[in-house]
């Protein structure tokens, strides 16, 4: 089974759809709260994984994607499922 880590927050809509990509496909999921309202996504540390500032990002093992639309695509092509 795939496992995915991403980052940010649950009523987000675009870390919504990477959620609902991975239910989808069964894949497990550790979601990494941000602290958005301290500004934790304009720190350095999340600017190394995204360089717009913005939420989500996906992180397996040393692989890094952002942008919503490539991490569901990416979780529904990588996807093994259950």
Do not use: W
């Amino acid at each position: 089974m795939s496992s995915y880590r991403i980052i940010g927050v649950s009523p987000s809509t675009c870390t919504q759809r990477t959620l609902f990509t991975a239910y989808e496909r069964e894949a497990t999921v550790e979601l990494v709260p941000l602290d958005l309202m301290g500004g934790a996504q304009k720190k350095p540390e999340h600017l190394a994984k995204q360089p717009f500032g913005k939420i989500p990002v996906l992180e397996q093992q040393d692989f890094v994607l952002y942008e919503s639309r490539a991490i569901a695509r990416f979780i529904n092509d990588t996807a093994t499922g259950g």
